[in-house]
């Protein structure tokens, strides 16, 4: 039965989070926290004596205390206010020095840098600035790594949404990553000046030494799974096969999470109980913890990967002290420990899936297995593992449903290939992992490697091609992901405690559910055309269920699909047919549509069934012609203190 008593670190967590939400949008000084704060401790020892177990007073003050700590935490990590923050050098030409974070490799030899920045360059001298900004180096750039100290010249900017339906929300995810702006700079504008030696430099050359033995005996989907499996890199995986594991819900496979994570300390464990004569059970405990941490920052340090490497370690820590903690109150304790490290951690979509899931499987878990036993173990143990998936789905399904438009309806049948299958491979890789320097074997844990990885993918991808595998057009507002939430809230302490009552629960669920039907329906029955905000020709035509998508294939020597076209069909709950536009002339008719493109020289003439339109792509914009109907480049041009938007048609 659920009971405040039994969880008092989860009922903690609850106004902790919600200090730290009101100190994100009220932006207070560190003083209103503080003072509450420090006045709540004070209050606290003067009145010891009414805190007596279980009151209600004594429970109302420590939700004050972890209330006003969420609070002062967050105001003074508020990299938003920081004095010396780069937020009055937005769009002027500067000359920034800093140390290289994170690294990725973009196409045609671009290179995209996460970088601390150290200071200002005026005059021969540095003037001090503090913040992240993400650099994005043009090709023929001298070849960076994690710890270079850089000094790099180009014009930061805000990051700001294109506005274009379904599109990714850019700004949202670099703010929940603390970077202040962006950058572009040329290769010869970028010159490496020295290099720190790290810890996070050594984890990211170690990640790359066994990236590159993964490379050795490991190749196409096979070593780009690997790689996201073991290592936490997803740089090298297909766009189609990423496609596939998220529209079956089993995108979660490809990253490290918390089931790595314990079969780690678990293999750690018992290897170390392997030299019992030389190494106690405690020191052994003690060694996996450090060993984990290691692991965890070799993959990237993911707030997924933290909570479980958190969590783990306070599970490890009540071992040698001989103590047994609740699974949810280690969960809160370790998203405490988390947010207080980190507070812009509340607002990463990884760490709300996986918080979440977490929650589900804790609470859900057994009242869900408990409503079929099986008899045949095989049996048994199939449903266990789908009552785990359940459990999991009913907590994420809202967040998923806000951030990605869509929900995976064979969720259940996918998760069944992934408990054969994903099993399978973890234990593989991690062996694959720490024996790569034995040649004999490794070439034979690579083959079974493979073949467990194949029957993976091939399950994953027979699922995904099932008429009526996910649906999409789901647009939920704010309020309806906290209702979803609270019903979701009720239904746990309902299966818990049968306090509630379950045909009332059941009417306001359904009644959301259908709310939400009806809602995807009217956004399958529109019909529009929609001129995509950027530098390059995307046109999308949405007619029923069906978005036929157009784009400018030889714009900028880039021949690589714009995904924001596949995210505008997500968003809109259809399939897509993307059509390059190769020639200067296209001619399309289908379903009584009749579309012209014709490129000409400044741009591209559209006829559209009897509208006709000019995207004009170069030349001097004229003082009518819509905002829309402009490349990027050209209504920043016209006015660089309005937002650019995407031109929108509803027929």
């Not at 920052?297 to 990967?305: Q, Y």
């Not at 992901?481 to 009332?504: D, E, G, M, P, T």
């Not at 001129?531 to 157009?550: P, Y």
């Not at 009518?624 to 938007?645: A, F, I, V």
Request: net charge positive; charged share 15%; hydrophobic share 50%.
């Amino acid at each position: 039965m659920l009971t405040i008593r039994k969880f008092p670190l989860f009922c903690a967590l609850v106004p902790f989070i919600a200090g730290l939400m009101l100190e994100y949008f009220f932006q207070w000084t560190p003083f209103v926290g503080g003072s509450l704060l420090l006045f709540t401790l004070l209050y606290a020892v003067i009145a010891h004596r009414r805190l007596t177990i279980g009151s209600s007073f004594r429970m109302t003050l420590a939700g004050l205390l972890f209330f006003a700590a969420g609070l002062f935490v967050f105001s003074i990590k508020d990299y938003r206010v920081v004095p010396d923050g780069i937020a009055n050098q937005l769009d002027q030409e500067i000359v920034i020095t800093g140390t290289i974070l994170e690294k990725q490799n973009g196409i045609a030899g671009r290179q995209q840098l996460l970088v601390a920045l150290d200071g200002i360059v005026q005059e021969d001298s540095v003037v001090p600035k503090s913040g992240k900004i993400a650099v994005n180096v043009m090709e023929d750039a001298p070849l960076l790594a994690v710890g270079d100290v850089i000094v790099a010249h180009g014009k930061p900017t805000a990051f700001e949404n294109k506005q274009n339906p379904g599109e990714f929300d850019v700004e949202y995810f670099y703010r929940s990553r603390k970077v202040a702006a962006g950058m572009f700079v040329s290769g010869d504008a970028i010159v490496k000046t020295s290099r720190t030696h790290s810890l996070n430099r050594w984890l990211t050359e170690w990640r790359n030494f066994l990236s590159r033995k993964m490379e050795e005996d490991l190749d196409g989907d096979f070593l780009a799974i690997s790689k996201a499996l073991i290592l936490g890199d997803k740089s090298d995986l297909d766009s189609e096969l990423m496609a596939s594991f998220s529209s079956t819900g089993a995108m979660h496979v490809l990253a490290v999470s918390g089931l790595h994570i314990g079969l780690i300390l678990l293999l750690f464990q018992k290897v170390l109980g392997l030299f019992r004569n030389r190494i106690t059970k405690r020191q052994g405990i003690v060694i996996a913890i450090v060993l984990i941490w290691l692991y965890g920052g070799l993959t990237g340090a993911s707030p997924s990967v933290m909570r479980a490497v958190v969590m783990f370690s306070i599970l490890s820590a009540g071992q040698l002290l001989h103590r047994r903690q609740h699974s949810l109150n280690v969960l809160a304790l370790s998203a405490i420990l988390l947010l207080t490290y980190d507070p812009w951690m509340l607002f990463d979509l990884g760490f709300q899936l996986s918080y979440a899931a977490m929650i589900g499987i804790f609470l859900l878990y057994r009242p869900i297995a408990d409503v079929w036993t099986p008899k045949a173990g095989w049996l048994r143990m199939g449903w266990e593992g789908t009552a785990v998936g359940l459990a999991a789905t009913i907590v994420t399904m809202p967040l998923t449903l806000y951030w990605f438009y869509r929900f995976p309806n064979y969720f259940a049948l996918a998760n069944i290939g992934v408990m054969v299958f994903g099993f399978a491979v973890l234990l593989f890789g991690l062996i694959f992992l720490f024996t790569s320097w034995i040649p004999l074997l490794i070439k034979l844990i690579a083959v079974l490697f493979s073949f467990t990885m194949l029957g993976l993918v091939y399950w994953v991808n027979w699922v995904d091609s099932l008429p009526g595998a996910v649906s999409g057009g789901f647009h939920l507002e704010t309020w309806e992901l906290l209702l979803a939430y609270v019903l979701v809230f009720l239904w746990i302490v309902h299966l818990n405690s049968k306090r509630l009552n379950r045909w009332l629960l059941s009417a306001a669920s359904l009644l959301l559910i259908v709310w939400w039907s009806v809602g995807r329906q009217e956004v399958l029955q529109q019909n529009q055309v929609v001129l995509f905000n950027g530098n390059q020709f995307v046109l999308a035509v949405k007619n029923g269920t069906h978005v036929l998508a157009f784009y400018d294939r030889k714009w900028n020597g880039s021949w690589k699909i714009p995904r924001e076209m596949q995210s505008y069909a997500d968003y809109m709950g259809c399939g897509i047919r993307i059509i390059p536009l190769e020639h200067d002339k296209l001619e399309l008719r289908r379903e009584g549509l009749q579309l012209v493109l014709h490129k000409v020289t400044d741009g591209i003439r559209i006829r559209f069934n009897e509208k006709q339109w000019f995207y004009r792509t170069s030349g001097t914009p004229l003082i009518d012609e819509p905002s829309g109907l402009l490349t990027q480049r050209l209504q920043l041009y016209r006015n660089p203190e309005k937002r650019t938007e995407p031109f929108i048609y509803d027929f």
